[in-house]
T-cell receptor, first 117, second 112 residues
Framework: AQKVTQTQTSISVMEKTTVTMDCVYETQDSSYFLFWYKQTASGEIVFLIR??????ENATVGHYSLNFQKPKSSIGLIITATQIEDSAVYFCAMRELITGNTRKLIFGLGTTLQVQP | DPKIIQKPKYLVAVTGSEKILICEQYLGHNAMYWYRQSAKKPLEFMFS???????DNQTASSRFQPQSSKKNHLDLQITALKPDDSATYFC???????????FGPGTRLLVL
C-alpha cells in the first residue's frame, strides 16, 4: 500500500539555524517521485523541491536540500539558515511511476515548523 | 499575477444545496487536478484531467463532478452538500501528467 508518514508533528527552531524534517514512504514501485511542499499561514501550498527515485544525487534548491536514503525509504527535508518566513506546515508527498494511479500525489500529514527570532 | 485562480475563496452553503468551485490556470499546463484538505486528514486526491479528459476519479461519491469547459479550466460541481463536505478544495496543474503539480490558493467550503 502507498503511504507517506511524517512522524514529527511540530518543530521549533531558532532563526538562522538548520532544521531537518523527516518523511518515510511505502511503495511497491521501483520508480517514484518525492516532493516537499509547504503550506503558509494564508493556506497557500507552495512546491519546494523534488527527488526522482532513480537519481542518486540529493536535490538542492536554494536553502532547501534533501537527504534521500532509498534503502530506508526516507526523504528528509533540510532547511539551512532558517528565516522567520520559513514558519509553515511542510508536507512530504509521493507519486508512483508505474503501478496504480500515476497522477495522484499521496501526502503525509505535515510537520509544523516554527522559526523563532 | 496569480497563475492559478480559484473562486470563490470562501463559500458557505446549506445542507442539500449545490455549489460550483471554479479553477483556472494560466501556466499553459495540460493536466489539472482537484484535491481536498479536511481537518486532521492528509491532502486527498480527488480527480485528474489531461487535455480536458477525465483520467482518474478517486472520489466515492457521484455528488462530486468535475467539469472542463476549456483546456485551462477545471471546475468542481458538488451536489446535495453535506456537512462532511466542509473542507478546503485545492485545484492543481502540471505541464503533463508526470510533472510537478502546482497548487491554487484553495476554496474553503463550509456546509451548515
Amino acid at each position: 500500500a502507498q503511504k507517506v508518514t511524517q512522524t514529527q508533528t511540530s518543530i521549533s527552531v531558532m532563526e538562522k539555524t538548520t532544521v531537518t524534517m523527516d518523511c518515510v514512504y511505502e511503495t511497491q514501485d521501483s520508480s517514484y517521485f518525492l516532493f516537499w511542499y509547504k503550506q503558509t499561514a494564508s493556506g497557500e501550498i507552495v512546491f519546494l523541491i523534488r527527488q526522482d527515485s532513480y537519481k542518486k544525487e540529493n536535490a538542492t534548491v536554494g536553502h532547501y536540500s534533501l537527504n534521500f536514503q532509498k534503502p530506508k525509504s526516507s526523504i528528509g527535508l533540510i532547511i539551512t539558515a532558517t528565516q522567520i518566513e520559513d514558519s509553515a506546515v511542510y508536507f512530504c508527498a509521493m507519486r508512483e511511476l508505474i503501478t496504480g494511479n500515476t497522477r495522484k500525489l499521496i501526502f503525509g500529514l505535515g510537520t509544523t515548523l516554527q522559526v523563532q527570532p | 499575477d496569480p497563475k492559478i485562480i480559484q473562486k470563490p475563496k470562501y463559500l458557505v452553503a446549506v445542507t442539500g444545496s449545490e455549489k460550483i468551485l471554479i479553477c483556472e490556470q494560466y501556466l499553459g499546463h495540460n493536466a489539472m487536478y482537484w484535491y481536498r484538505q479536511s481537518a486532521k486528514k492528509p491532502l486527498e486526491f480527488m480527480f485528474s484531467y489531461s487535455y480536458q479528459k477525465l483520467m482518474d476519479n478517486q472520489t466515492a461519491s457521484s455528488r462530486f463532478q468535475p467539469q472542463s469547459s476549456k483546456k485551462n479550466h477545471l471546475d468542481l460541481q458538488i451536489t446535495a452538500l453535506k456537512p462532511d463536505d466542509s473542507a478546503t478544495y485545492f485545484c492543481a496543474s502540471s505541464q503533463d501528467r508526470g510533472d510537478t503539480q502546482y497548487f491554487g490558493p484553495g476554496t474553503r467550503l463550509l456546509v451548515l
